[in-house]
């Protein structure tokens, strides 16, 4: 009888040995999961960042662009309005009847 029981205990060893390795295998695997997981993850939003930087830039050589544009637009509608003798006749005539009403 206690070879039986001997033996009992020995396949209940050998069997919780058996669950305490497959349980280490099975958290090295999660861990490894987990760092493949996080490694994902850090790529993600780098490529996110890096993205956003791209279409920031891209944004702000747009408004650039327009806003240069913009004022070489308005500065050729300064200098027409300075080379139109007309008009400089008017401005002229309207600054000395400033002048004389005062």
Known sequence: M????TRIVEIEKQCADEVEKAKQAYRKRVEAY?????EKKTRECTRIVSK??????????????????ESRAAQVDIERLYQDPS???EI???VVSILLTI
Not at 2 to 5: A, F, G
Not at 34 to 38: A, F, L, N, P, R
């Open 2 to 5: 206690d070879d039986m029981i």
């Open 34 to 38: 987990k760092e493949t997981v996080q």
């Open 87 to 89: 008009l400089n006749r």
């Open 92 to 94: 002229q005539e309207k």
């Open 52 to 69: 956003s930087d791209t279409l920031l830039t891209q944004a702000i050589e747009a408004a650039k662009k327009k806003t240069e544009e």
